[in-house]
């Protein structure tokens, strides 16, 4: 799915913007009540929302809180394998008479943490971020000089296979990249990035997306927790159960004639 068709479909399958403070909740009412708001593809940066006053750009990055090795995700090529292995299982029980019938239940065991939500998070958007004026030149040099402002931000996606929670107690905080102390400065270092989306599905598959601004990010210092060394991680270990089931065609050879 092009980055574009993922933010759409999470704004119109999620029940609304989430927000922390009162000027998120100003924008995001004036932003979905603009009658000439148009999001359209682009490529670096990955697409662009154009309102009646400004062009936002958009550039999209995803992370996870496994391990990275050589910049890959180790919880996605987990889940590449057990994707492989499944087909295999399915393509080795093939027959041509018999209905196929295949279950495949196993478990993820790559580690998450913390420490690499963090650092992932981070680490992806030291590297788009470098390119800010790249997309900025690209796009000007790409479109009809209107009038009109231009502004950046980034869509981060965690592609967890679970939310990511930490506690404290019985109190549970379901974490977006806002709840990092590292990526708010990163955000107060570069007041360039106006906006953030983050898009992340719950436990139940459900899209939510959250929103915050560059003038948010000192009030998000008293509105969220400090995480520190009270707070734990959960460690999921996601389970997953398949079923494939594969009827063959079935040639009616009889005379409708007789």
Excluded: C
């Amino acid at each position: 799915m092009k980055e574009m068709d993922l933010f759409i479909h999470f704004l119109k399958n999620s029940d609304g913007i989430k927000y922390y403070t009162e000027s998120d909740r100003i924008w995001i009412e004036s932003f979905l009540q603009d009658n000439k708001l148009k999001i359209y593809s682009f490529d670096s940066p990955d697409m662009v929302i154009e309102t009646s006053s400004k062009f936002i750009l958009l550039e999209h990055y995803q992370f996870d809180s496994s391990t990275r090795k050589k910049g890959s995700s180790l919880l996605k090529e987990e889940e590449a394998q057990k994707d492989r292995e499944f087909r295999s299982k399915i393509e080795s029980m093939q027959t041509k008479d018999n209905v196929t019938e295949v279950s495949y239940h196993t478990s993820f065991e790559t580690d998450i943490s913390l420490d690499n939500y963090t650092k992932n998070l981070i680490e992806s958007f030291d590297k788009h971020i470098s390119k800010y004026q790249e997309y900025i030149n690209h796009f000007m040099s790409e479109t009809i000089k209107i009038a009109k402002d231009i502004e950046f931000g980034f869509v981060i996606q965690n592609t967890s296979i679970l939310p990511d929670v930490v506690y404290k107690g019985t109190k549970l905080i379901h974490l977006t990249p806002f709840h990092i102390r590292e990526f708010r400065n990163k955000l107060k270092q570069y007041p360039q990035v106006r906006h953030v989306f983050f898009l992340i599905d719950d436990v139940n598959g459900k899209k939510i997306i959250f929103y915050s601004n560059y003038k948010s990010i000192e009030e998000l210092e008293t509105k969220l927790p400090n995480l520190d060394n009270s707070y734990s991680f959960i460690q999921w270990k996601p389970q997953s159960i398949r079923y494939h089931v594969e009827v063959p065609n079935v040639t009616d050879n009889s005379d409708d004639n007789l």
